[in-house]
Every structure is written in structure tokens, then in C-alpha cells.
């Protein structure tokens, strides 16, 4: 067991959540906080506890404003009879609102489980029942009849509605009414007794695991473990951070575009508890279908989210620049030159001539298209290829990848702002404990990257007690000696960084004793512009195969560039020759740059994307690996057909001959 990282500072974190904001608010007062659109939804608290926005542009709310909100609702959720350590369920998608209701329940000293928008009936039954919550508060009346689809089945007494409800129940109440019944009985020194009655150690939100494995488990997460990963965050990027003269920070000047979902612990911590800790403006985006408009009205300096958005963002510029006077082959050698300039300490005259062209051309554009003001981007949430992270630094749109989990509220590694490495996940936060358990892994080491490998363990203020109500499942957590099991195998680097492999369970060991890490394939594969989506599979075999959801507008772009006629019903595309051979050659460019034991041998197209809607994604964009080799059992036996792999072989053979 290979150890590194002595934490320090236990006594991070040594406040509630309400308080964070409060004096946040009270430092902040007649700064923006929020931004919110008009005509996206049916706000009921529009004139009422804020103005309406104009339909397609942005008003805001100060951070005195949103106290007051936030006050109010606190006392009128009191009022209906919430109070201290009642679970309430929040069920709505990422907006003003969002942060508001879950400020004002924290201050009421309830306990916030979170509900993604996109649950059905039977998943938000499992996350309001489990806890036992006794009120949720909902996004609409869509949303309403989903839980009332359950409502025999759940405990829920109260219903809140965040837009204007159709709805006559007595039970059912629209967050105006909430707002109003507040601002009737608001009392300051009661609103300020309800906030000293809370502790730092008292538990805050249930976030629930995605349940990419299995049913998910909540997660306990206590006001100090947010307001600990908070500070933690704060060390390396926020206000008082050690940085360069003219290196980007967040701070009261940053402007941020929220659009991951607040559900997701992710962006609860990033775009939420820390942006408003340190005094930044968060803007809701309308949804995540017109970011390029919103980006454009509110022209952040600053932007939090995961590898699969950056990837659509990189390829849809791609598709834009084809379609343009840029052009294919001009974009392609533009890309090629901003990961070269990246890489070079000191570019030579020639190497930053051809960086200006390609500037020009191409990069310029992506920032305007980016609002034109972003300094820094934070990727989380999953593994960004090391050559898109490049492209982007070269784009000059640093991109700060980090890891964390939900059991760690959630951050737990960062890339330092002076010194960013692409291909890793930085270093361990302060205040953080941190080792590698390097049995986890079969005699056959990882190979590709020099230093120790194993599972990172990780101990600190952030890290949680455990599962609500799962005792053994906290038990099998924890070491011996109290750190948590992140099931993430790392490598640690000589120079300190630390590289993401894979999760332990979802690693492939294949019948030769090889171990692949599936993630690093499918990057490798969805790479290149043909291939939309991969899943490497192998555990067991004799080597990897894939499945693959071609990107249809880019097969069909390089088939015709390569003479090579394909249908254009995507349904057909499986059993087309000419699109087999198509993606048969990305996947051979693909493998050059992976280990021989790594390289796909065959693969099956498919005509289904992964999605959420089809229960193939994640809220969080995560692959629900188990769901999709369920779905597609039959193309994964032609994959591993011995006598097709072997004729196949014997071709290939033929053919080297």
C-alpha cells in the first residue's frame, strides 16, 4: 500500500450552509448573484418576490435580493410545517429557483434529498420513500403528477410547485404561496435562532449515487462536508488563492452559466455552494438546448462541466467549420497546430505564424461562440481525452480537469490554475488524506503511465459517515482505519499528478490475464468524428471488442470524401459494408495509439444512441454499462462469435500476405 497526501486543517468547514450564505450575502450585498431568463418558464414567484425577466433576455437578483427570498421561503416552509432534520425532496431542473428553495430549506434546518428532472414516477418513488421525505417541492405540474403517480406509496404530506399549478388540492401550493406565507411571519431574530440552533456535523442532503451498478444509495452529506470542499476549492481557484499576477481565479467578478444538473453533487458544490461562498453571479441557462444563446447573452468568464459537453461543443464547431469556407482540411490542420502550440514550452517563429492563421480561423470563433469572456473551464464528472483538453488549452480556453465523487461532496483532486497537466486529474486538495491500495489490482499491472497504481482511499472534512440506512454498505466502504474506498484505480506520477485509470469494477481482464480500462479505449475511439459513442467489452475474452453508435453526419461526410456509398437510413447502417468499412478505418487510426492488448479487434454498429430518455445515460451523462450490454446481449455475442473472429483472421492474414 503505496501512501501520499498528510492532510491538514481539520477545523475546515466549521460552518452550516445557511450561514456560508449569510455571510456571503451580508459581504456581497449589492453584488449580482443571479441571473434568470424570461419566457423559459412559468416563474410563479415572478412579481411577487422578483421581477418577470424580458422573454429571451436575462434580469438579476443581487445577493441582497436573494437573501431576502431566501429568508422568506425559509420562514414560509416553516410555516407549513417543515422544520428541523425533515427530509424534503427537490425535485426540478437546474434554475434560479433551484438555489433558492435549497438555501431556504437548509436555513429551516431541513434535510435536502435531490431528485433529478428526469426521473420517472418509479425512480423519484424510490428517492422520496427511501428517505421518508414529507414534503418535495417540484418544478411543475409535470413533475407534480409524477409524485402524486406515487403518492400512496411515499410519505409526502406537502407539495410545493415552483411555476403556476393548475392544481385545487389543499396540499399542493405553488413556491409563491410559500414566499407570501414567509413574508407574513417573517421575524428576524426567529430566522436567526433557526440558523444557531444548526450545527456544522448535522446532516444537510441525501444525494443519491447514480446507480450506474445497481440501486442507488444516498449518500450523507453534512453541512461541513460542502462547506469544508468548499474552502478546499477555494484554496486552489478562489479569492485568497496563491496565483500568478493575471492568472484566472473565481471570485466576486466571476460569471458563471449553470446548466449540469443541481441534483448532481457536482455542480451543487461548483456552480452553487462555492460560486456563492466566494461571491460570483451565477446565470441559469434556459436549458441545455440553447446554451449557444446563452452563452452569447451572458458571456461568462467561467464555465463547470463534463467531458461529453465538451466533446458536442468541439464537434459541433468541427461540423460548422466543414460546412464553412474553413473547410475540412483547414480545420483539421488547425486543430493539429493548437495541440503542437500547447505542447511546446517556447513555440518557434514558425510554430506561432501558423498559430496566428489558425486563430484566426478557427479559434477566435469557438471563443465568440463561448460568449468571448471565458477565462477558465472546469471539467468533472468523467475523463477528458488528453488530446481535447489540448486542443482547448491551445484554443486559449484552459480547461481544469479534476475528480471527485459523491461520497466526497464531491471534489477530491484538482489541476493547480498555475500548472496545469492534461491527461491527469491534478492533486489532492488540502486538507485531504489520501493513499493508494495497490492489492486491489491482479498480478497484471496497468501499464502506460510510470509511478504507483491503485485505489485511491481518501479521508477528510468532506468525506461522508456513510449510506443512509445501508449499515453494511457503510461498513464494506471504509477501511480499518477510516478511509473511504473510492473503487478508483489511479497512478500516481513521479511528479506528484495523479492519472485516472478506471473504476475497479469496471475494469476488463481478459482471458490472457491483460488488464484494459475500458474508458481510456472508448476516448481513444470517440475521438475520432465517426464515432459518436463507444463501449469497449472484453472481460473475459481474448481481446476487446466495441460497440459503437456511428455520428451519422460525420460518417456519412467521410464516405463520401472516400468514394464509398452508405445508406441514409440510419437503420441501415448496421449491415451497410460501406459503412462498416468506414468506421472500421477510424477504429484502426484509433488503435495506433493504444497498447496491442487495448486495440479493438471487431465491433457492431448501432442504430440506438445512449441516452437518458432510453435508460442507457445517466442524469450525469455516465453510461449504465450493465443496461447496455443487457440491451444489446446479441450484437455482443457476434462480436465474440470464435468462428467469425476466426475466419475474420485469417483474411486479415491473408491480406498482410
Known sequence: MSTSG?????????????????????????????????GAYGRSLAGVAVDAAPTGDYAALTYGEMREVVRRLATGFRELGIGAGDRVGLFAGTRMEWAQTDFALLAAGAVVTTVYR?????????????????????ENDELLER?????????????????DTDSDRDDVHSLADVYELGDAAYDEATYRSWLDERDPDDLASLVYTSGTTG?????????????????QVAEGYGPDAD????????????????????????????????????????????????????????????????????????????????????????????????????????????????????????????????????EMLVSGGGTLSKELAELYHGMVLPI????????????????????????????????????????????????????????????????????????????????????????????????????????????????????????????????????????????????VGALVVPDEDALAARAEREGVSVPAEPDRLPASEGARDVVEGAIQRANESLEAHETVKRFELLTEAF?????????????IRPAIRERHADRIGSIYDEQAFADEERVRAAGDD
Open 6 to 38: 498528510d492532510g491538514a486543517g481539520r477545523a475546515v468547514g466549521d460552518r452550516t450552509l445557511a450561514k456560508l450564505f449569510e455571510d456571503s450575502a451580508a459581504s456581497h450585498t449589492d453584488r449580482p448573484a443571479q441571473r434568470y431568463k424570461g
Open 118 to 138: 428526469s426521473s420517472s414516477s418509479e425512480q423519484a418513488r424510490h428517492l422520496l420513500a427511501d428517505p421518508a421525505a414529507t414534503a418535495v417541492v417540484v
Open 147 to 163: 409524485v402524486l403517480a406515487v403518492e400512496d406509496e411515499v410519505p409526502v404530506e406537502q407539495f410545493v410547485v415552483m411555476d
Open 215 to 231: 440501486q442507488p444509495k444516498g449518500v450523507q452529506l453534512t453541512h461541513r462536508n460542502f462547506a469544508a470542499n468548499a474552502a
Open 243 to 374: 496565483l500568478p499576477a493575471g492568472a484566472p481565479r473565481i471570485d466576486e467578478a466571476t460569471q458563471t452559466v449553470s446548466y449540469l444538473p443541481l441534483a448532481h453533487v457536482f455542480e451543487r458544490l461548483t456552480g452553487h455552494f462555492f460560486i456563492f461562498d466566494v461571491g460570483g453571479c451565477v446565470a441559469y441557462a434556459e436549458s441545455v438546448d440553447t446554451l449557444k444563446e446563452d452563452f452569447q447573452l451572458v458571456q461568462p468568464t467561467a464555465a463547470t462541466s463534463v467531458p461529453r459537453v465538451y466533446e458536442k461543443i468541439y464537434d459541433a464547431v468541427r461540423e460548422e467549420a466543414e460546412e464553412s469556407a474553413v473547410g475540412q482540411r483547414i480545420f483539421e490542420w488547425a486543430v493539429d497546430v493548437g495541440r503542437r502550440y500547447h505542447r511546446e514550452e517556447l513555440p518557434g517563429v514558425p510554430l506561432r505564424a501558423k498559430y496566428a492563421v489558425a486563430d484566426k480561423l478557427v479559434f477566435s470563433k469557438v471563443r465568440a461562440a463561448l460568449g468571448g469572456n471565458v
Open 400 to 543: 481544469y480537469e479534476g475528480y471527485g465523487l459523491t461520497e466526497a461532496a464531491p471534489v477530491v483532486t484538482t489541476n493547480p490554475v498555475a500548472e496545469p497537466k492534461v491527461g491527469t486529474i491534478g492533486t489532492a486538495l488540502p486538507a485531504l488524506d489520501w493513499k493508494l491500495d495497490t492489492h486491489v489490482l491482479p498480478e497484471e499491472n496497468l501499464g502506460g503511465v510510470m509511478g504507483d497504481t491503485g485505489e485511491l482511499l481518501v479521508q477528510g472534512p468532506n468525506v461522508t459517515e456513510g449510506y443512509w440506512n445501508l449499515e453494511r454498505a457503510t461498513e464494506e466502504a471504509f477501511t480499518d482505519d477510516g478511509y473511504f474506498r473510492t473503487g478508483d484505480i489511479v497512478t500516481q506520477r513521479p511528479d506528484g499528478y495523479l492519472v485516472f485509470r478506471e473504476r475497479a469494477k469496471q475494469l476488463l481482464v481478459l482471458s490472457t490475464g491483460k488488464n484494459v480500462a475500458p474508458q481510456a479505449v472508448e476516448e481513444t475511439l470517440e475521438n475520432r468524428p465517426v464515432v459518436d459513442q463507444a463501449l469497449a467489452l472484453g472481460d473475459g475474452e481474448k481481446f
Open 611 to 623: 441516452t437518458e430518455e432510453n435508460d442507457l445515460l445517466t442524469p450525469t451523462m455516465k453510461k
